[in-house]
């Protein structure tokens, strides 16, 4: 389930919503575990049957892909 800024994973720990970023028709979404900082995350936004769901990342590509779109855009913030 996820809301504007919280979600609670598959594992039953709610997660801080602090980031979404679309590419190339796909929303990621970076999450914190308001608890234990360290505990980061990344997700994919995903619509089946008019309900929107997030699931973990296909391989180590996405997983870099997801991790370079999240530093360019905190870049470019900074800037």
């Not at 919280?6 to 970023?21: Q, T």
């Not at 699931?55 to 870099?64: A, I, K, P, R, T």
Request: proline residues 1%; negative net charge.
């Amino acid at each position: 389930m996820i809301d504007n800024s919280r979600a609670v994973l598959e594992n039953g720990i709610e997660y801080d919503v602090i980031e979404k970023i679309e590419w190339n028709h796909q929303s990621y979404i970076y999450l914190v575990n308001p608890k234990e900082t360290e505990d980061i995350c990344i997700r994919k936004e995903i619509e089946e049957n008019g309900k929107t769901y997030l699931v973990g990342l296909d391989d180590q590509e996405e997983v870099n892909l997801a991790l370079k779109l999240f530093t360019e855009k905190n870049q470019a913030e900074e800037n």
